[in-house]
């Protein structure tokens, strides 16, 4: 039987579609960005420094070794790239002799620094020229070196009958002057406890409105007002001050740490103006390699 195949209808034409006209680009809305807390607790011991630009604010903390520079946004006021402050290098603290404490360990009571005090001190920044007078010998300096620092004889003698009343053991001290001009200076005087040490600045070295004997260059010091209080470090005392106007040729700001058994003395002078930003820095930075 012969299968028969019913023909198929003839398939419509279908008009060609007109080509569609080009789309609008789209409208791109901005996400708002969302704002980051800052860690209210700033500049406690961050141990890790990275070898981006170095900051103030230190955020968190770390069992390491290793410190951090710290991000610009963490303090106000340092929101943009030029604003002076220095290329400090990576660092790290230095080893502490097996199954010695920390100098801020509740079980340390004299708030000893049993690491090597000259790895203690701030290194210089990159492109900084070293101050060969802060060597010393073999890393020790000489005390008559620091009380140079002062500018009357009466005094220079008075804070060195203070230090060896107080038992001084070691001066570890560098320097450097910076491309702008900028002369840094940073002493470290160590004594047998933190009770020593603590008593010898707040009663006899510093006061909240100004130190008690006058640096070289530096008649009138007041208390430096726009220091961030934020940028405070924990379990250690700070003064800081700024050279008050009229000043002369150069403008001085210097601050006395109480870190332990160890007193940090920061120097830093100017033709002009010194600035504040890298006094600041450099205050921090200082403090936290010692807590």
């Given at each position: 039987?012969?299968?028969?195949?019913?023909?198929?209808?003839?398939?419509?034409?279908?008009?060609p579609?007109?080509?569609?006209?080009?789309?609008?680009?789209?409208?791109?809305v901005?996400?708002?960005?969302?704002?980051?807390?800052?860690?209210?607790?700033?500049?406690?011991?961050?141990?890790?420094?990275?070898?981006?630009?170095?900051?103030?604010?230190?955020?968190?903390?770390s069992?390491?070794y290793?410190i951090?520079?710290?991000?610009?946004?963490?303090?106000?006021?340092?929101?943009?790239?030029?604003d002076?402050?220095?290329?400090?290098?990576?660092?790290?603290?230095?080893?502490?002799p097996?199954?010695?404490?920390?100098?801020m360990?509740?079980?340390?009571?004299?708030?000893?620094?049993?690491?090597?005090?000259?790895?203690?001190?701030?290194?210089?920044?990159?492109?900084?020229?070293?101050?060969?007078?802060?060597?010393?010998?073999?890393?020790?300096?000489?005390?008559?070196?620091?009380?140079?620092?002062?500018?009357?004889?009466?005094?220079?003698?008075?804070?060195g009958?203070?230090?060896?009343?107080?038992?001084?053991?070691?001066?570890?001290?560098?320097?450097?002057?910076?491309e702008?001009?900028?002369h840094?200076?940073?002493?470290?005087?160590?004594?047998?406890?933190?009770?020593?040490?603590?008593?010898l600045?707040?009663?006899?070295?510093?006061?909240?409105?100004?130190?008690?004997?006058?640096?070289?260059?530096?008649?009138?010091?007041?208390?430096?007002?726009?220091f961030?209080?934020?940028?405070?470090?924990?379990?250690?005392?700070?003064?800081?001050?700024?050279?008050?106007?009229?000043?002369?040729?150069?403008?001085?700001?210097?601050?006395?740490?109480?870190?332990?058994?160890t007193?940090?003395?920061?120097?830093?002078?100017?033709?002009?103006?010194?600035?504040?930003?890298?006094?600041?820095?450099?205050?921090?930075?200082?403090?936290?390699?010692?807590?």
């Open positions: 039987m012969t299968e028969q195949t019913t023909p198929m209808e003839p398939q419509a034409v279908l008009p579609v007109p080509p569609m006209p080009a789309a609008a680009p789209p409208v791109l901005a996400e708002p960005t969302p704002r980051v807390k800052k860690d209210r607790r700033v500049l406690r011991a961050v141990l890790r420094w990275t070898a981006a630009v170095v900051v103030f604010g230190a955020v968190g903390t069992a390491a290793g951090t520079r710290m991000e610009r946004t963490d303090v106000p006021g340092l929101a943009t790239e030029s002076g402050r220095w290329d400090y290098p990576t660092i790290t603290k230095p080893p502490l097996s199954g010695s404490p920390g100098p360990a509740e079980s340390n009571k004299a708030g000893a620094h049993y690491a090597d005090l000259r790895k203690l001190v701030l290194p210089a920044p990159r492109g900084a020229k070293a101050d060969a007078a802060l060597r010393g010998e073999d890393g020790w300096l000489a005390s008559k070196t620091f009380l140079a620092e002062y500018a009357e004889k009466a005094d220079r003698e008075t804070v009958q203070l230090l060896t009343d107080s038992g001084l053991r070691h001066i570890a001290a560098r320097g450097w002057t910076t702008d001009g900028t840094t200076r940073i002493y470290l005087l160590q004594f047998d406890t933190a009770a020593v040490a603590d008593d600045v707040s009663s006899d070295l510093a006061n909240y409105d100004s130190p008690q004997y006058a640096v070289r260059g530096a008649a009138l010091t007041e208390r430096d007002e726009r961030p209080e934020r940028a405070a470090v924990d379990d250690i005392t700070r003064f800081a001050y700024v050279e008050s106007k009229p000043y002369g040729a150069e403008q001085v700001r210097q601050s006395y740490l109480s870190a332990g058994d007193i940090a003395v920061i120097v830093q002078s100017r033709k002009g103006t010194a600035q504040a930003v890298p006094f600041q820095q450099t205050v921090i930075l200082q403090s936290e390699l010692l807590g």
